[in-house]
């Protein structure tokens, strides 16, 4: 049964949603996936780093105040370091939360002020009332508003909620300054820690394609079942997320997908010298995707080009199928096309 008539099977039987037969759990079972490794290793130790200050900093500030309140502080600092560091712009979110605990401190003032002890013999009004902030609040987070996005939130942690409700003054004015002071040591420490991860996780996507497109060839049958695609697709996905307006990244990453796929289509012969190219262009391909420095990287991707080069002569040699050249023709076109942006 050929690829594209398993795909149709398979896709029939979730369009029809039925139990899976036989013939479709043979087609599972042959199918191998392979996980991709994260390519966010620097992004992922720069994100450790800030979290571990700001929590070290919040509780040195707690531990030598001796405030009553440093809970709320600690509790801003682990929601913003968790929350602030998978977005691409961490230092715009670490403002907006910011805005919010700043905001949170006069919309909360008045709520425990005049709303809530005004309410307290009717819940009726009680759900009414901030019903109504909950409304206006989450029209103004539709609107993409600065500072709407955890006021909500901010405001009814101050509030501490509870049945019989205490209106304990000093305790809502620690815990609503906690919060913007949880904040504004959050936002300091990723001001001061910069991240230059963003360029370097791009770099090290580009030349995992480049290792997918190069170690494609290959005369393992057990091997030849794997499929890539998945994790090559996450890996483009998070290309587009990192360069949402980077055009020509995203047309190199999907040229070399859809070369590695074409290769690996591709029927090759078994020959011994034919996998000795293929092991020692893997080889290369990794020296290329793990090379730490320029000059290392530089000198691994130009060795890289040499050698297939020599792939591709010795298949015209053996007089292999002239599209397997033609797609190593191109790939090696690619490599020096784009070699600019895939060894600096």
């Known amino acids: 049964m050929g690829a594209a008539t398993g795909y149709l099977l398979l896709a029939k039987g979730i369009q029809t949603n039925v139990r899976l037969t036989q013939v479709e759990g043979e087609l599972l079972r042959d199918e191998v996936m392979v996980k991709a490794a994260s390519a966010e290793r620097h992004h992922a130790m720069i994100n450790g780093w800030r979290t571990g200050v700001a929590t070290a900093v919040g509780c040195l500030f707690w531990l030598i105040t001796g405030w009553t309140s440093g809970s709320a502080c600690m509790l801003m600092i682990a929601v913003l370091t968790a929350l602030a560091m998978r977005l691409p712009n961490p230092k715009r979110m670490a403002v907006d939360f910011l805005v919010d605990t700043v905001y949170a401190l006069p919309l909360g003032s008045l709520l425990f002020m005049f709303v809530l002890p005004s309410t307290q013999q009717s819940m009726l009004l009680l759900c009414l009332s901030l019903g109504i902030m909950a409304f206006i609040i989450g029209i103004e987070v539709q609107k993409r508003r600065m500072g709407s996005l955890g006021a909500l939130a901010s405001t009814i942690n101050i509030l501490v909620l509870d049945n019989p409700m205490t209106f304990n003054l000093s305790h809502f004015l620690d815990s609503a300054i906690g919060q913007v002071i949880g904040c504004l040591l959050a936002w300091l420490v990723i001001l001061l820690i910069r991240d230059n991860s963003r360029a370097r996780t791009g770099q090290a996507l580009l030349n995992r394609f480049v290792y997918s497109a190069v170690s494609a060839p290959i005369t393992n049958p057990t091997k030849r079942r794997e499929n890539h695609l998945p994790a090559l697709y996450q890996q483009l996905y998070l290309l587009l997320t990192l360069f949402p307006n980077d055009i020509a990244k995203y047309r190199l990453a999907l040229s070399l997908i859809i070369l590695h796929q074409r290769m690996r289509n591709l029927p090759l012969p078994m ?32 060795q890289l080009l040499t050698l297939l080069d020599e792939y591709q002569i010795a298949l015209c040699q053996r007089q292999i199928a002239p599209e397997i050249g033609a797609s190593v023709g191109r790939i090696t076109e690619i490599l020096h096309r784009y070699q600019h942006a895939l060894v600096e």
Not at 279 to 296: C, F, G, K, N
């Open 271 to 302: 020959d011994s010298e034919l996998s000795a190219f293929h092991r020692r262009l893997r080889q290369v391909a990794e020296q290329v995707s793990d090379a730490r420095r320029e000059i290392s990287r530089r000198h691994a991707f130009t």
